[in-house]
Each structure stands twice: as structure tokens, then as C-alpha cells.
């Protein structure tokens, strides 16, 4: 299994240009997560899905969009690049049942740059 | 609001030496409490799942306990090595909501 798997690795942006992050998942699982990591900040939750066609906002959703249209994947889109918006992005996935979380599976990231 | 908190934010401890790494959190109200490691560049890797009805989990070295009424867990890591050198980081799944919420990490340093 490939587990969590994020596209690109490494991104240069512009300010003001736009591009989406791709994210998948093997495992089946009904809830994915897209969160942003700055040096010394922890994990901020951007968004997330309870299953195909559900998405849902995180503490930190603006200037980002989300949309799932099949169980394994869940793109995250930058409208409009800010260097605010550079960070390290990470797709994660768990399946939860009854309201219960299970484990949490991570990408390996993706670092992106906005100049 | 949750908020989880991990202190300290960094350790350095030698080689051979037990250690306890310490995560609070101000809801009790949870399902589980997760620890991860992240290596320097790299994504997260899962060790420990608690469940909010189990006290403790063991997975080899490592042993993590959860005290859901005083909002605390501890990660304790025995006998460490140079290569348990990396960030710890705990997060916790609150009841009845879905956003899993992240402490910040200790970044943990072994010395040879």
C-alpha cells in the first residue's frame, strides 16, 4: 500500500498565482485532512472531509478551497498565492466510525514557497 | 476550545537514559489522544492510539499513559538511543467534533 501520497513535493509560486496540491489515499478511509505547518507553530487544521462530498472548514480555511468527489482524494486549492501561504502542507487520513477517530496516517508533505 | 500544550519545547538527554515527554490538554472531553514522531523534512509517523476508556498503550520502548480528568499524557521512552532523536508531537480528538488538534512538539535530542 502507498499509504498517503501528496503531489508536488516542492513548489515555487508567484504572489497572485494559483495551484492546487493533490492528495490520495489507498486506504479507504472516509476522513481526510489538509494541514499547514510553520517553524515553531504546530499543525493548523485548513480543512477537512468526513467522506465524498463533505468538506468542512479548519481553524485556518481562507485563502484555501477544498472539494472530494471520491473516498480516495481530496485536492486542496490556493487561490490567489500569498507569502503568508508559505508553509508545509500536510494530507493526512484516518478511518473513523461512530464518532470516534482512528488512526491518523500523514503525506510527506509538501513544501511550498511563495515569492 | 482545546488547546493542547506540550512542554518542553525542546530536550537534549544522553544516550541510555529513560525519558518522559509531557501533552496537556484544557477539554477533557475526548476519544483518543495519539502521539506521532516527525523526522527533520519528513511527515508524520503515528506511534501510540489511546482511547479515551484505556489508561495506557505499550508499543516496544515506548509506553504512553492518559489521565482524561487532569488533561495530561505522558510518552515515555526507555533505555533511548541516538536514533529516538526527532519531534514528538501529540494531538487529541475532541468529542463531538471532528478536527483533531495538535500540540506543538518537543523536539527531542539524544546525545551519543
Known amino acids: 500500500n502507498a499509504g498517503v501520497t501528496q503531489t508536488p513535493k516542492f513548489r515555487i509560486l508567484k504572489i497572485g498565482q494559483s495551484m492546487t496540491l493533490q492528495c490520495t489515499q489507498d486506504m479507504n478511509h472516509n476522513y481526510m485532512y489538509w494541514y499547514r505547518q510553520d517553524p515553531g507553530m504546530g499543525l493548523k487544521l485548513i480543512y477537512y472531509s468526513v467522506g465524498a462530498g463533505i468538506t468542512d472548514k479548519g481553524e485556518v480555511p481562507n485563502g484555501y478551497n477544498v472539494s472530494r468527489s471520491t473516498t480516495e482524494d481530496f485536492p486542496l486549492r490556493l487561490e490567489l498565492a500569498a507569502p503568508s501561504q508559505t508553509s508545509v502542507y500536510f494530507c493526512a487520513s484516518s478511518y473513523s466510525t461512530g464518532g470516534v477517530t482512528g488512526e491518523l496516517f500523514f503525506g510527506e508533505g509538501s513544501r511550498l514557497t511563495v515569492l | ?112
Do not use: M
Not at chain 2, 492510539?49 to 499524557?73: F, H, M, P
Not at chain 2, 533511548?80 to 468529542?95: F, I, N
Open chain 2, 1 to 112: 476550545k482545546q488547546e493542547v500544550t506540550q512542554i518542553p519545547a525542546a530536550l537534549s538527554v544522553p544516550e541510555g537514559e529513560n525519558l518522559v515527554l509531557n501533552c496537556s490538554f484544557t477539554d477533557s472531553a475526548i476519544y483518543n489522544l495519539q502521539w506521532f514522531r516527525q523526522d527533520p523534512g519528513k511527515g508524520l509517523t503515528s506511534l501510540l492510539l489511546i482511547q479515551s476508556s484505556q489508561r495506557e498503550q505499550t508499543s516496544g520502548r515506548l509506553n504512553a499513559s492518559l489521565d482524561k480528568s487532569s488533561g495530561r499524557s505522558t510518552l515515555y521512552i526507555a533505555a533511548s538511543q541516538p536514533g529516538d532523536s526527532a519531534t514528538y508531537l501529540c494531538a487529541v480528538s475532541p468529542d463531538r467534533d471532528d478536527k483533531i488538534i495538535f500540540g506543538k512538539g518537543t523536539r527531542l535530542h539524544i546525545l551519543p
